[in-house]
Structures are given as structure tokens and as C-alpha cells.
């Protein structure tokens, strides 16, 4: 069973979950409760024809924080919670900025591992896909009609009787969305016991595939409207309760309150970035703040720029580094990772403490946790590969992939060498591999995996050239570099890197010299 699961368990959406709390703070029950009794979502629960709850809303108006609430609603009634209950949960939170949650594949990935998880018996409906060595039977190419009928196995099973599944965040499920929602919105039509409930921003076109047992519950909406702004006053008054400026002063307490509901629009996140603005301010100078504060998320970012932009040139500069390399990341970024590609002195890359202070300098953009950083919302990184973007490259994001590029490049070089482990046995066996205490890997992994992609985004293909950095690099290292993949169970992604280092030669046909693998 273990090694059947593990191609499912590239991530557990509950250690998800746990990630956002620990981010955003916990679900406030008086801010999501309000749904409990929409006339919509007691539909969706007590009646058999109801199936999926579409919950539409803005960026940052709460709509993660929301399916977080009705899971911990849920949950009590289901065997994540009583084991003895005859309801099952499952739940995924989709985040464009992380690889592993952003697709369609690891939606479905996700759900069947916590189903098997709570039902073991539905491992039956897996295995049979499955070699006796864990390795799936199928290829990448058929992964996905294997994987829906999988769970289409699971949902159809005769022992199960009732299913809640959650997913959160459509809309960052960048890769095959279409496919994911024909499965929710068509494929599930004559299974009552299934019972959906899908969130994502207003963009996301349901192209006129719901029927009668689909419906959407709008944000926007007048009718919700109310719900909502009770939903927020909840949320500031438990916020600005934590702010030491304004313990004991119950006139300037109740200043902040009504003037952050008066400028919140219904925006949770836009709350969460003026608190934790306040944070860092006296009491004498609240009110003032609070008064400046511009109202919508694009402005609140405008203004934090604005912010970096007043800083010393140099930390100025050392901003712009932080951010555009996290923005151009093709996941988190670990703080030593992000040291390295960064481009950032070595005085500050290489000390963790001094990372923090420059995420703490460059705006409320970025959050760290658990030695990882992390974007406080989508909205935050779109708009600064959008609106954003002129302050934070300082030229073009070409020009910060090629930095991130480079420095990738020049750090492989510097640290890869033959058994860098000092294992002195070439036949050990990965899964007896113990890095050592001064490991050379840690901390790097980033670089060894997408300094490709970085190079294919950067278009310098004068660096393929006969003689060019990454012909020397793979003349003198490239065995180092598979070697340090293996250490890093990473050889699958490394075999991909080589590809698509191959697709960039074939497009650049005047580049005759460079020998691939």
C-alpha cells in the first residue's frame, strides 16, 4: 500500500491546510459562518439534487479562508474526525506559485490519496494500475484518463456512502483546468452521494455547463453583500485586537475599526496587509496611517513600491534582487535558495537572518515560513509580473532569468565534484545515502533543477555556443551535476532539463559546435 500511495503523496492537502493557517492565521468561525446558513449552501448539503456549490469571488475577498471554515465544518461528520463515520472528505488547495499544486493531475493526485488514506479499501481501486514496486503501469501521456478512472472507481464504489470534495482555488490550476472542470461540472452527473464544492477568482467561464444541480454562489453579488461586510467587521475587530498600539485606548480602537470597514471593499487580504502594516507603528501615528492607507489591493501594492522605492539605494536595489527572483521562481524559494539565485552580496545570501530582513524591508509581498517564502497571496504575485514589474526588473524579467541563470550556473561549478558525498562505494544504494553534516546540496537544490528553464527564459543563446559557459559546464561537470541529481532524487527532473537543454540547441541552428549528452 505504502508504495502505491507515494505516487500519490506529492503533497498532503492537509499539511496544505496546516501551511495556510500557519500563513493567514486560522478560519475565524464568525467570518465564514455566515454561509453555513446561505439558503445556497443548505441546498447543496440536505438536498440529493444539488452536487456542486461554485463559490465565485474577487482576489483577496476570502475565499480560501471560507473553504477552510466549511472543511472544519464538515470534517466533525466525516472519518477525519470520527473514525467511525460513514462520510468521507477530501480536499485540495490549488496554488499557481507552487508546481507541485498548480495542475490538474495533482488536484486529482491529492483527493484520491486522502480518500485511500480514510478508506483503505478503496485501495483496490488503484493497485490494479499499479506494478507490485509501486511504479505506475500507465505512461505521463495517459496519466490523466488513468487517474479519473481512478477516482471515478472510488466515487462509483457500492460501499460509499455519503462524499464531501472541496478544491479551492481553480483558477490557479494553471495546467489542463478545462479537463478538471468537465470532470466536476459533467462527468460526476448520476452520482447524488458526490457532493462538490469548487471555489475561484470571477474570471474562470463555466462556458454554460451547469445544470440544475450546479449552481454559483457570487461574492459580488448585492444579495451576499451584507453577509460579507459582517463577514469583514468579524475579521478587523479580531485583527486590531492583537495591536499593542491600541490596547487601552477604546476611542482610537474603535477609529481604526470603522475606518478600515469604510476602506476594505470586502477584501480580507487588503485587512490583513493594513494590519499588519499597524504592527510596526505607534499609537500617536495609527490614526495617521490608517487615514493614508489607500483603499484596493492594486493601490496597497502601489503603495508598498512606493515604499521600497524611499529606501537607501543600496537596499533599494537589494529589494528588487529579493523580489524579482522570487517572482521568476518556478516554486518557493528555501531563504539560502533564494541567497543564491538572487544575485544578492554574499554578506546577505548567505545568512538567513539577513534574507529576512531584506523580505521584511521589501514590502508585506512575501512571508516566510518554515525557512521557505512565500508570495501572502496570488494577487501579490501577479501584480508584480504585471503593474509592478517596471519597479522590480531593472530592465526587463529577461534580464533577471539570465541573473538567476548565471548564478545557478556559476554555483554548480564551484561546488560539484566527483562523489561529492564521499560515499567511496559507487553501488550505494540511494535509499542508504545519508547526506553528510556539511552537506554541499543543501540549500542548492533549486539551481541544479531550473537553471535550464532560467536559461530558455533569459533567450541568450550565445551561451550554447561552442566554448560558451554551458558547453564547459557540460564538458567538465555534466556527470557531477547527474550525480548530484541522484543524491537529490531528482534524475527524472534532470532527464527533462537535458530535453529541453536539447529543444533550445535545435532551435538555434547556427550554434553547430555544441555537443549534447
Not at 466525516?78 to 498548480?102: G, I, R, V
Not at 478600515?260 to 510596526?280: D, H, I, N, P, S
Not at 524579482?324 to 537572518?353: C, F, H, M, N
Request: hydrophobic content about 40%; overall charge negative; charged content about 25%.
Amino acid at each position: 500500500m505504502d508504495r502505491c500511495l507515494e505516487y500519490f503523496a506529492v503533497t498532503n492537502p492537509r499539511d496544505v491546510k496546516t501551511n495556510i493557517y500557519q500563513t493567514r492565521g486560522a478560519a475565524l468561525k464568525e467570518s465564514y459562518d455566515w454561509i453555513l446558513c446561505h439558503p445556497q449552501f443548505q441546498c447543496w448539503r440536505e438536498n440529493n439534487d444539488s452536487q456542486v456549490l461554485w463559490v465565485k469571488g474577487d482576489p483577496g475577498k476570502g475565499k480560501t479562508m471560507l473553504l477552510c471554515g466549511i472543511i472544519d465544518e464538515l470534517r466533525s461528520t466525516t472519518k477525519l474526525e470520527d473514525p467511525q463515520a460513514k462520510t468521507l472528505l477530501s480536499f485540495f488547495f490549488c496554488q499557481a506559485t507552487d508546481p507541485k499544486l498548480s495542475n490538474a493531475h495533482a488536484v486529482l493526485r491529492g483527493l484520491i490519496y486522502m480518500l485511500v488514506k480514510q478508506q483503505p479499501l478503496f485501495l483496490s481501486h488503484v493497485q490494479e494500475r499499479f506494478r507490485d514496486t509501486g511504479e505506475p503501469l500507465f505512461s505521463d501521456g495517459d496519466a490523466w484518463a488513468a487517474l479519473c478512472n481512478m477516482l471515478m472507481d472510488i466515487l462509483r464504489d457500492p460501499s460509499l456512502d455519503m462524499m464531501y470534495i472541496v478544491v479551492d482555488a481553480l483558477d490557479e490550476s494553471v495546467e489542463d483546468r478545462d479537463k478538471l472542470l468537465r470532470l466536476i461540472l459533467l462527468e460526476i452527473r448520476g452520482l447524488p452521494h458526490v457532493k462538490w464544492i469548487i471555489s475561484s477568482r470571477n474570471h474562470v467561464d463555466q462556458r454554460k455547463r451547469l445544470d440544475d444541480s450546479q449552481s454559483i454562489l457570487s461574492l459580488e453579488l448585492q444579495e451576499n453583500a451584507e453577509s460579507v461586510s459582517l463577514a469583514i467587521r468579524a475579521y478587523i475587530s479580531n485583527r486590531i485586537a492583537e495591536l499593542e498600539s491600541l490596547e487601552d485606548d477604546d476611542t482610537l480602537l474603535e477609529y481604526v475599526q470603522q475606518t478600515l470597514e469604510k476602506k476594505a471593499e470586502g477584501t480580507f487580504l487588503w485587512v490583513a496587509l493594513v494590519v499588519q502594516e499597524l504592527q510596526g507603528v505607534d499609537s500617536w501615528d495609527v490614526k495617521q496611517v490608517v487615514d493614508d492607507v489607500p483603499t484596493g489591493l492594486d493601490d496597497m501594492y502601489a503603495r508598498m513600491i512606493d515604499q521600497i522605492e524611499q529606501e537607501a539605494p543600496r537596499t533599494r536595489k537589494f529589494c528588487q534582487l529579493l523580489l524579482s527572483a522570487a517572482t521568476l521562481a518556478y516554486r518557493p524559494l528555501q531563504l539560502l535558495e533564494l541567497g543564491v539565485v538572487s544575485g544578492l552580496p554574499d554578506e546577505i545570501a548567505g545568512k538567513a537572518k539577513n534574507l529576512v530582513t531584506i523580505i521584511k524591508r521589501s514590502g508585506s509581498f512575501l512571508t516566510v515560513r518554515d525557512e521557505s517564502i512565500y508570495f501572502v497571496h496570488q494577487s501579490a504575485k501577479d501584480y508584480l509580473m504585471g503593474k509592478g514589474g517596471q519597479s522590480i526588473f531593472s530592465s526587463n524579467p529577461a534580464v533577471a532569468h539570465y541573473r538567476m541563470f548565471t548564478q545557478s550556473l556559476q554555483l554548480m561549478r564551484k561546488m560539484l565534484r566527483r562523489d561529492i558525498y564521499g560515499l567511496r562505494a559507487l553501488a550505494t544504494h540511494i535509499t542508504q545515502v545519508q547526506p553528510p553534516d556539511s552537506d554541499l546540496l543543501a540549500g542548492t537544490r533549486y539551481s541544479y533543477l531550473y537553471w535550464v528553464d532560467h536559461l530558455r527564459e533569459s533567450r541568450s543563446y550565445e551561451d550554447l555556443q561552442d566554448s560558451g559557459i554551458v558547453d564547459i559546464f557540460l564538458r567538465s561537470q555534466c556527470l557531477y551535476w547527474l550525480e548530484a541529481l541522484s543524491l537529490l532524487r531528482s534524475m527524472t527532473d534532470g532527464i527533462m532539463s537535458i530535453k529541453r537543454l536539447r529543444d533550445l540547441v535545435s532551435v538555434c541552428v547556427h550554434f553547430q559546435g555544441l555537443k549534447l549528452l
